[in-house]
């Protein structure tokens, strides 16, 4: 008896916990947000942890501001508490789209805006739930504070495409943030009636030397730069369905305007891996892509070589999955390397060029696979001899 007792008294307290969670706090109906999950999130390992990276859209269909004071993330099925965003670590995810204006200032949403809140979680490989589900605190202009539940989501469980290196050697930076305000992570674009996050993932690679340096002589000349001409490589097996080859680029990296949306990613190649899924690799040097549209290419076949064209602000590759084949009108997927030797990582990236990164502990393991790749390490990867 005294062990029914007690399982009846754990399930109880999970039932509790779960309705505490997921059941809003005034059953009194009052508008506020629409919440919306655009994109459901694929585990993605980095670093032996899995990360779910997602976006939460809310629109304020209210006439006053609202102004967000935490979300809490939970596990679907117990409504287990798996994350907790407040203060500053709340208030630098939330980017409220068109226009900042005083509202904002204040950390509100006014009536009628949209913001997007970027939420990136790092769990333990067991403990990754089947769906999440939330529950935002916010304050009214007129009120006092308030708590909504939702929405629930299902996890996309696709398996992730597990890749070859799209360059050979090393060292290279694979640069990412995701809480830089401007980077590839928040850089929605609506385009065609919709509004897609195609960098989601997105990785941009920077060829250095031992001590650092990411250019040789004059660093504005783009031909300087160490990682100019290197080959881009087949991630894998796939057919070739979009190439751009004739884009200029400027000679110097000082001297690059600013493009059109569909001119952005200046010389391309992008890959149809199968499955929906799309490799896709930006600002290769021009007249350099050696493919046609429909050809069937191997894992490690050159494809063209990194470059300048493009908006960018120094020679690199751009690599990233998308859900389409448009470098611009498809979402971003997380991937994962086969194999590659993390060297270490710039804790800061202003150093890039001029300082070499920080090593890797002794203790930590420098060869990885089935991951993808820290934000901004430093690492080596092995790819197959060129097929051409």
Known sequence: MAYMH?????????????????????????????????????????EGRARLQY?????????????????????????????????????????????????????????GRRAVLYVEMNLAPDAVPAALVHRHSYVRADDGEDTISGPRVELDAMPLPSLGPPVRGGPWVVIY??????????MLLAVDGRARLPGRFATDWVRVDAQGRSARGDVDLARNALGYGEAAIAVADATVVAIRNDFPESERVSANPKHAIDDASGNHVVLDLGSSRYAIYEHLRPGSVRVAVGQRVQRGQVLGELGFSG????????????????????????????????????????????????????????LRSGELPEGNSVIEVDAPAARD
């Open 6 to 46: 007690k399982g009846w008294l754990l399930l109880l307290l999970v039932t509790v916990q779960f309705a505490q969670f997921a059941g809003a706090r005034d059953a009194t109906s009052r508008e506020s947000f629409d919440l919306q999950v655009p994109v459901a999130p694929t585990p993605v390992t980095v």
């Open 55 to 111: 976006e939460l859209h809310l629109t304020n269909f209210t006439d006053s501001p609202l102004r967000p004071t935490a979300i809490e993330i939970g596990d679907g099925a117990s409504g287990f508490p798996l994350a907790r965003f407040e203060g500053d670590a709340l208030a630098t995810r939330i980017t409220l789209i068109g226009p900042a204006d005083e509202a904002q200032l204040q950390g509100a949403i006014p009536g």
């Open 311 to 366: 908006d960018s602000t120094g020679p690199h590759l751009h690599f990233h999955v998308a859900d389409g084949p448009s470098p611009v009108r498809a979402e971003g997927r997380p991937f994962a390397l086969e194999r590659f030797r993390a060297l270490g990582r710039y804790e800061d990236l202003s150093h890039l060029g001029s300082a070499p990164w920080t090593p890797r502990a002794p203790a930590a393991t420098a």
């Open 177 to 186: 943030d995701p809480s830089w305000p401007r980077g590839h992570r928040r």
